[in-house]
């Protein structure tokens, strides 16, 4: 089992920045960001592998937005520069032991965490 919990979430305007933190229980083979707008299915956006630290982006958040992780593997960060009202959503991370964490299919990610609002306005 690995409990999961975001935070850093919050308002901001068009053009701001956030950096959400995912603390967890456990090390796992990779994690990710997946965030779902109102109205939209929920979408994988950013991955990271625990050993190699290779990381993943969805072309909606590619050049804005940096997955990472702390050193001792279980805190995951998710920095949000330039952000648009289209990113406006309930961010959530994920964790998985199956890896393919890249592929952003939900059935890889076993836990999830209860998401953490992010609202930008115009």
């Known amino acids: 089992q690995v409990q999961l919990v975001e935070s850093g979430g919050g308002s901001v305007q068009a053009g701001g920045s956030l950096r959400l933190s995912c603390a967890a229980s456990?090390?796992?083979?990779?994690m990710g960001w997946f965030r779902q707008a109102p109205g939209k299915e929920r979408e994988g956006i950013a991955a990271?592998?625990?050993?190699?630290?290779?990381?993943y982006y969805a072309d909606s958040v590619k050049g804005r937005f940096t997955i990472s992780q702390d050193n001792a593997k279980i805190t995951l960060y998710l920095q949000m520069n330039s952000l648009t009202p289209e990113d406006t959503a309930m961010y959530y991370c994920?964790?998985?032991?199956?890896?393919?964490?890249?592929?952003?299919?939900?059935?890889?990610?076993?836990?999830w965490g209860r998401g953490t609002q992010v609202t930008v306005s115009s």
């Open positions: 994920a964790a998985s032991h199956m890896g393919s964490c890249h592929r952003f299919r939900e059935g890889v990610f076993a836990y």
């Open positions: 456990a090390v796992s083979v990779c």
């Open positions: 990271i592998y625990t050993v190699s630290a290779n990381t």
